[in-house]
Structure formats: C-alpha cells, structure tokens
C-alpha cells in the first residue's frame, strides 16, 4: 500500500528553480560590480566555479536577462499536473474500487491505472519514479 509523504530536503532542493536563478542573478550583481572573483562568487553563492565561470560568460553576452532562469529542466512530463491529481485520488480509493482482488498496490496496478487514465504505458521502474515525484513512498507491510 502507499501512503502520501513529504519531499526530502534533497529534493526540494533540486526542483528550487527559483532559488537557482536568484543565485544566478545575484552573482550578475556581482560581476557588474566588478570586486570579487569568480572563485569568491563561487564560494559565497555555494556553487562550483565552473558555473560560476558559465554564468559569468553568459552574462558578458546577453546581460542579466541571460541569466534568468530557462525553464524546467529534462524532458517534459507525459503526465500531466490533472492527471498526477486524477491518479492520486484513484489510488486513495483503494485498488479493489478499481477491480483488484486486494487492495494491495503494486507498480504493475498503479501503471494498469495511468495506462486506463490517460492511455500512457510506462516501464514499471519509470511508475516508482512517478509515484515518488508525486509525494507517495511504499508502505512495507508487516
């Protein structure tokens, strides 16, 4: 069975791209004040100084607009936002509401789910992926 569960810090922190471009805005700041290294900005931002060294020659070409942040990362997600919400609900009915002999979730029932929602076929592994960006972890029975 799964239960719904908070995201770890790590990642929280990892989808924080709004954190990720207040950083790159702010070493804008510092490079066009000019009186600190990159090895410095790097250190006082917590980012490696490859980046800082990236961030610092998009700024030299297209100004602080080249910094603002591009987006989501990856690839688009073959789910949509209503879809996760749809499939959340479903999953809290229980799997016997959706004609199960038990109410034992398990990643080949969960991707018969989404496969039925939204007529998307996923590899089983792929289906734990989707479970935990959605908040849910496995629950061992005892």
Not at 32 to 39: D, F, I, K, P, R
Request: with cysteine.
């Amino acid at each position: 069975m799964f239960y719904n569960a908070v995201m770890s810090t790590r990642e929280a922190l990892r989808r924080d791209f709004s954190g990720m471009t207040e950083r790159r805005l702010r070493a804008a700041e510092y490079f066009s004040a000019g009186q600190m290294t990159q090895a410095a900005i790097a250190r006082e931002l917590q980012v490696s100084r490859q980046s800082v060294s990236r961030w610092c020659q998009q700024w030299q070409q297209g100004g602080t607009s080249a910094l603002e942040g591009a987006g989501r990362a990856g690839r688009k997600p073959r789910l949509t936002g209503q879809q996760q919400q749809r499939l959340a609900a479903a999953i809290a009915r229980g799997a016997r509401a959706h004609g199960f002999d038990s109410d034992r979730w398990t990643l080949d029932r969960v991707n018969a789910l989404i496969e039925q929602f939204t007529g998307v076929h996923y590899h089983r592994g792929h289906v734990w992926k989707i479970l935990r960006g959605m908040g849910w972890t496995l629950q061992r029975g005892r």
